[in-house]
């Protein structure tokens, strides 16, 4: 017997240190807490400090239907670090409000709920500081407008979107978040959701990085976009602006699509990316402008877009074309640099073809820098017919038979400008020169082909560079490394002399043996004889 009882006491012993050793807790589920509409806070046993209108969680929350309903203004609610864990059932929120005004939410980690924290028609609200991870959805905003903020969260592992605004405008924004691996958007704007701005977030490994979806007049500034499959999406949104975003390591960089059209895109960088850095899919009159797109497959494409502006964009390094046009016409295409593209700088393919399309910008403005255009700069003015460099090739670049830059660039557009060496020509007495006489400004190392042109009577004779003897090639080229004088010497096409001792005649075999200058001695003393008997005849007439 007395082994039982100290078996049993032993038993005991052991649980209870094991208990002890492991902090073994059963975990308990709870309801949904709620602050009111009075600032009471329901249950009152709800780890929640109230001081004043600051209320504060003191410990961590499990909840198996919502975990916090703030049903007061102006007011609030800090997690200090504490998670809300929810139990996955369905249609659940961690943190939510509806029609709330100046509430702010910080300091939370929250996960395991359908929505991580939700606005409902509330405006003048504040979300910030919070991690909000493996929620069905992140921070939702709906239909909630008026100057909402969204910032400095961690929205990531969440099943379908990190942060979402649906039928949510004026001026809420979403700004200095981290949004990561979110299935299928990072950030996304529906329905009509307008005059929002979208700036400084940090948004990677996502479905589409950062989406537009009928939703106009909205600014999305200054984030870094990678590893998504699109970077920046927009279908039937238009009047937005995008301006200064860093997308790299995207299969597609920025996408207009499905009649996005009056949408600015504006300083961004599209690196990197698998297939497109920049497309326009049926989106017309959209403003490109000092863009890159870069090491990727095709730089920039429009696919049945038309009218829009591309001005001063880079499309350099892209495997299959720097610009593509696929039945896209009336779009104006001037001051980009395309540089070392592989396959094709511009490639527009005969079907469907692009018509009217416009790649230049008229005389003296120039059209496009071709890194692989051939021409020289030694002509200037709108027919290229007049000496001296301006900047602009002497011939078109033909892109194919329906599209050709009349006036490319020979420096790329935005860098500095070449250098430049004047040419004075000079002539002696006797000839002129083509290029005429005169100074005329070149482009470093340009080389100037200069024609000496003889009166009659002259000839010829040689060049002076820079007062140097350079010979009488006829045309002279002369290399531009510096400043230059190039002078062409004539001289006169003398008679002959005649030899010492006269000229001799041959007439028939017979050398005379007088010399050939008393015959012509004794022929203008005839002449002036002959002259003054004809004189003495004519006065005895009279």
Do not use: C
């Not at 921070?139 to 008026?146: A, G, R």
């Amino acid at each position: 017997m007395k082994r039982i009882v100290s078996g049993t006491v032993l038993a005991f012993l052991l649980i209870g240190m094991l208990t002890l050793a492991f902090n073994i807790q059963p975990v308990k589920a709870s309801g949904t807490i709620y602050i009111r509409a009075d600032g009471s806070v329901d249950p009152n046993t709800a780890p929640i400090h109230r001081d004043g209108d600051l209320y504060t969680l003191t410990d961590d929350i499990f909840s198996d239907a919502d975990g916090i309903v703030i049903e007061r203004n102006n007011m609030t609610l800090d997690g200090a670090g504490h998670t809300v864990q929810g139990s996955g059932a369905w249609y659940s929120r961690g943190v939510s409000l509806s029609g709330r005004r100046n509430v702010t939410i910080k300091g939370f980690k929250i996960k395991g709920f359908t929505e991580g924290i939700r606005l409902y028609t509330a405006s003048n609200n504040s979300i910030y500081g919070n991690n909000v991870t493996n929620n069905e959805y992140g921070i939702t905003l709906e239909h909630s407008s008026i100057n909402n903020s969204i910032r400095g969260n961690n929205v990531i592992n969440n099943k379908w979107w990190g942060i979402n605004l649906y039928s949510s405008s004026i001026n809420n924004s979403i700004a200095g978040n981290n949004v990561t691996n979110n299935w299928k958007d990072g950030i996304s704007l529906d329905m009509s959701s307008s005059n929002n701005s979208i700036y400084r977030n940090n948004v990677t490994n996502n479905g589409y990085a950062i989406r537009l979806w009928y939703s106009p007049n909205n600014s999305i500034v200054g984030n870094n976009i990678t590893n998504s499959e699109y970077g920046i999406s927009l279908e039937f949104s238009t009047n937005n602006s995008i301006i200064r975003n860093n997308i790299t390591n995207n299969w597609v960089g920025i996408s207009l699509l499905s009649y996005s059209s009056y949408n600015r895109l504006v300083n961004n960088t599209a690196s990197n990316n698998g297939d497109k850095g920049i497309l326009l899919g049926n989106s017309n009159n959209n403003l490109l402008s000092s863009n890159i797109a870069s090491n990727t497959n095709y730089g920039i494409e429009l696919s049945g877009s038309s009218d829009n502006v591309l001005v001063s964009n880079t499309a350099s390094n892209n495997r299959w074309s720097g610009i593509s046009l696929w039945n896209s016409n009336s779009n104006v295409i001037y001051h980009n640099n395309f540089v070392d593209n592989i396959g094709w700088q511009a490639y527009l393919p005969t079907y469907p073809k692009s018509y009217n399309n416009t790649w230049d910008d008229g005389y003296p403005y120039g059209g496009n820098y071709w890194s692989d255009y051939t021409g020289v700069d030694v002509k200037r003015g709108p027919n290229q017919d007049f000496h001296g460099s301006d900047g602009i090739g002497d011939t078109p670049y033909i892109i194919d038979a329906n599209n050709t830059d009349h006036y490319p660039l020979m420096n790329p557009y935005g860098a500095p400008p070449l250098p430049t060496y004047s040419l004075t020509i000079t002539t002696t007495v006797g000839g002129t020169t083509n290029p005429a006489p005169g100074t005329y400004s070149y482009t470093a190392n340009s080389a100037v082909q200069v024609t000496a042109i003889p009166n009659s009577n002259y000839l010829f004779h040689h060049w002076e560079l820079d007062s140097i003897n350079v010979g009488s090639a006829n045309p002279y080229t002369v290399l531009m490394d510096t400043n230059h004088l190039l002078k062409a010497v004539f001289s006169p096409i003398s008679p002959p002399k005649p030899p010492v001792g006269g000229y001799s005649v041959t007439i028939e075999g017979y050398t005379p043996a007088q010399p050939l200058t008393s015959y012509i001695a004794l022929a203008a003393f005839l002449m002036t004889a002959f002259t003054i008997a004809r004189r003495k005849t004519h006065k005895r007439t009279k």
